[in-house]
T-cell receptor, first 110, second 113 residues
């Protein structure tokens, strides 16, 4: 399977707390991408981390990648109600298409 | 710059009817794909294209046709709609492999009765 598996399936936190989501995958990758999908809307690309990178930051997002364990994590700091969404990790192995799992559904309670 | 535009946003079809979901991008992207999203199943790839005149099947191509006569447009055709095709459909595009993420349209919610 080329898709990532997100864990947990659902996460509920208070506004201002940090949210951590994990991703495991099975293939060798060129890069790994995280996407967000708000309820009933399209997907938005958040961040891409290449296979030779271990950590990457973008605003309140921090992504780590451990290729030896075939795992990644997405940390959202100081969460906001607007962060409520489903988050998907997409491992890329060079194919031209994307394979999505079922995601982590994050709920941020105001 | 509109990005990826999908039309219509909502559609109800009767079983056996045919229709075309439109997808257009104005970013000169080579790669375009169609996905369907069903509860509990994530996104599944239907068809994709690596450039004008080139298409290929994804995970769940049955019941759908595509064509790519121009770089900008990638329509998805439902040949004979079935209730199992009730889903939300997303079109996505990317300009180059590995250099960034895909840009997604806002989706088409299709109901087949």
């Amino acid at each position: 399977s080329q898709q990532g598996e997100e864990d947990p399936q659902a996460l509920s936190i208070q506004e201002g707390e940090n949210a951590t989501m994990n991703c495991s995958y099975k293939t060798s990758i060129n890069n790994l991408q995280w996407y967000r999908q708000n309820s009933g809307r399209g997907l938005v690309h958040l961040i891409l981390i290449r296979s030779n990178e271990r950590e990457k930051h973008s605003g309140r997002l921090r992504v780590t990648l451990d290729t030896s364990k075939k795992s990644s994590s997405l940390l959202i700091t100081a969460s906001r109600a607007a962060d409520t969404a489903s988050y998907f990790c997409v491992p890329r192995a060079g194919a031209n298409n994307l394979f999505f799992g079922t995601g982590t559904r994050l709920t941020v309670i105001p | 710059n509109a990005g990826v535009t999908q039309t219509p946003k909502f559609q109800v079809l009767k079983t056996g009817q045919s229709m075309t979901l439109q997808c257009a991008q104005d970013m000169n992207h080579e790669y375009m794909s169609w996905y369907r999203q069903d509860p509990g199943m994530g996104l599944r790839l239907i068809h994709y294209s690596v450039g004008a005149g080139i298409t290929d099947q994804g995970e769940v191509p049955n019941g759908y046709n595509v064509s790519r006569s121009t770089t900008e447009d990638f329509p998805l055709r439902l040949l004979s709609a079935a209730p199992s095709q009730t889903s939300v459909y997303f079109c996505a595009s990317s300009y180059e492999e590995g250099t960034g993420g895909y840009t997604f349209g806002s989706g088409t919610r299709l109901t087949v009765v």
